[in-house]
Structure formats: structure tokens, C-alpha cells
């Protein structure tokens, strides 16, 4: 029987109030977290960072064309208008509700660069070393349902409201390669790293008809995403990407956002292998994570700062690494690879 993830495209319609709305609003909101960053910041490091004219001029433009290709996206039927909401007040509800109190708690740890601040019921012998840490300085590190919680809205707030914009950037690839009817029934798609599992709404909302299996080594994380994003078709699973619980050739696309900085140079190429053993012969990879180095000059020096901003202990190695090159050493045709702000979005095909 064959079947497919899409019976076609869905070219959207977007009135052009809409496309004024999701501008103006994207547009402001960006403006508007760039000043209480830039004095958080400094308190985070302990370093002053003053933006020159020129790198802020750069990113609003780089945001521009940000929000262009989402719009563009949408009106090609790469994905539904709908997973453009931008949920602002459970954003805020998370962020009010414990961040005042937990900003404090953040910076005493990031002045203490007590980077092994986690909750005493983890265990340690349960997970890798390199992920018994609190990145960002985050509380309870990946450890917590009240982690989770906070999560999104603050990674929103970091990027200006472009988290799950840049993200998308993953799915027109995934659209192309599995639009056409495939050869066999159900369509199979994996999350890698799912997180809270907010993202994995949006990989649903654009494929209805595929089954989604979404992983993450946080056992809260999936917790979290399990009561909060109780969408049929999805199945929120703990499991490590440097060991899927999947056979062989199981599957027509993989995603994986912003998992590859946080992970060691051999770890990364560990779960790319992973990746290609559990897709189908000329299945997709596709990903988005951090720009690196040689990406866009422009925020060269931003991209380069962040690993000492905020705790991200295998960034530096990230920005450096060639991921097309680990594409093709783990048996990928490499597809095009794109910056979109602080980003990058890059596939490749199973050979
Ligand atoms: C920066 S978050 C990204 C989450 C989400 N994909 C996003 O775009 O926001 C990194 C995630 O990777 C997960 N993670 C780290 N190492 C992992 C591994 N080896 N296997 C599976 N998940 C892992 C963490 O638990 C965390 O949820």
C-alpha cells in the first residue's frame, strides 16, 4: 500500500492583515527584548558586551528575512498558518509566575560557576557525564518538571520570539522529501531531543496524517510534554540519541533542533549515525541548532560569546565542527544548508 505524510501541499492563504500582524508584532517584540538582554547579560558574565550600531542593524534585518520565509513557508504549504500563534501570555504566565525569584537563583549560580548545581534526587550513574550539568545555568538543569516549565518562555525571550520561527526552518526539506506517496503504509517521522515537546505540536499540526515519535533523555522534560501536548499521533518517549529504541530502517524523516551544541564533539557524530540507522533508505535529516563561525560574519562575534555568556560547555567546539562533513562521514548526501538569524537549518539525505 502506498501512502503519505501529506496527500499534497497546503498552500495557505494569508490575508495581508495577517502577514502585517505577524510582522508587527515579531518586529516589536524583538526590538523590544533586545534592551533588558543586553542588561542581563553583563550581570550573567560579568563582562560587558556593548552591540555596535552595525551588529544591531544586521540582526533586524536578519529578522526580517526571518519572518519573510516563515510567511513565504505558509503560503507555499510548507506548514499551516496555525503553528504561526505565538502563545505571549502562557509565556509571560511562565516567566512571572517563577522567573523573578529564579533569575536570582540563576545568577548566584552563574557568578558561583556552580555548573553542577542539579536536584539531589538525580542520579548520577543514570545518565552521561557530559549531561550532569546545568547548561545555561538553568535551575535543576534538565531535571525538573518547574525547569520545563520555564523553558519555553525563556528561550523565547532569548530570541526575541523567534525560537520556534527558527525552528521551522527545519520543515520545508521534510515537506519536499515526503510529500510524494511513498511505498509503503504508515509514515514515521522522530523528534530527536523533543524537550517540552512544544515543537513537536508543530511537526504534528504539519504532518496529520504521519505517526511522531518525539525522544529526549530528560525524563522530566517528557513528562512535562507528555501532560501538556496531549495530541493523538504523538508518542513522547525518554530514550538516549546515542542509543534509539528503534530498529533498523524505521523511519521517513528524523528532526532534530538544537540538540548538536550541547552535545561532545564524539557524542554529536554518535547520534548522527543513530540518526542514519534508524531512516529509511534515502530518508531525510533534518536539522536546525546554533549558527556557526563561518555563517553570517555579521554575528560572528555574538555567536562566539555565547558559550561564555551563558554555560554551554561544548558550544566553542560546535560553532568550529563541520556538520556536512559529519553528514557525509555517517553515510548522508548532504542538501543545502541555510543561516536564518542565529541559526542554521541543514539536511541530508540517507545514501
Ligand atoms: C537546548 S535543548 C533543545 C530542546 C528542543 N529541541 C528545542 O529546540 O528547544 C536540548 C535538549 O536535548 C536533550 N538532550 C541532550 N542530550 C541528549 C541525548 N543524548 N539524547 C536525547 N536528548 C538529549 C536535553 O534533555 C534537552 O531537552
Redo the contacts with the bound molecule.
Sequence with gaps: MSSSARDSYYPQKMTSLDEVWHRSFHRLFFRGTRLPLRLILPLLSGKKRPSSHAYILSIRKDMDNLLEQDIHNVKQGYYPKSILDFPLLSYLYALLSSGPLDALRVLSRAKRKDWHDLPPHVHEGDY?DY?LRN?HWQSDG?FSEASAKR?DAS?QFLFGGA?DIM?RMSLPAVVHSLVKPLPHGDIKILE????TGS?SAQIQATFPQASLYA????PD?IRYAKKHHKTPGVSFLN????SLPFKDENFDAVIC???FH??PHK?RRK?FKEAHRVLKHQAIFSITDSAQLEDNPSIKSSIENFSKDFYEPYHQDYIQDDLGKIFEQCGFRLGESQAYLFSKAIYGLKI
Design positions: 552521561p549531561y547548561f534538565w523553558y528561550v525560537a525552528r530527536l531531543a523533543c524537550g515543537f525522544i529526549d533523555l530528560s522534560y530514550a538516549n540519541g546515542e533542533n538544537n540538540l550541547e552535545l557524542v547520534v
